[in-house]
């Protein structure tokens, strides 16, 4: 037991001894939360055609963003509903980052409309 105490005492004198970080070293960067994305409320939608695609695969919605100082961008294809639409509930579920690229990805209420199922996705992503 004695043996332990100057172990001890040499690790905290050690830790004492360290030199100081300074401000660039201790800022961490900013972890990413669900709370950057943009609210529903804030996206703009407008019918959008994909001129590379043929019809209907190419026919949906561009959404756009203005948000946390960032222009977000995003569009749906191979479909006529609008997601910002009150009956899909769209909310966001998810925010991760890929290749240094922040992607906020949003879900809603799945609804079935003359035998056809709509399952609410879309994903906005800052511009550069």
Known sequence: MIGLIPNLYAAFSALNHL???NPAQ???PQAIGIDQCPA???IQSKPYTDPD???PYGEG???TATANGKT???QTAA???DYLDPEYELKAEAINERNGQIHCD???KRLIKNGEVADPYLRLTPLK
Do not use: I, V
């Open 53 to 55: 695609l043929p019809a």
């Open 106 to 108: 949003y879900g809603g």
């Open 26 to 28: 201790a800022a961490r």
């Open 79 to 81: 479909t006529q509903d």
């Open 61 to 63: 919605y561009q959404y």
């Open 40 to 42: 529903p409320r804030e």
């Open 72 to 74: 977000w961008t995003g």
């Open 19 to 21: 030199p100081p970080r």
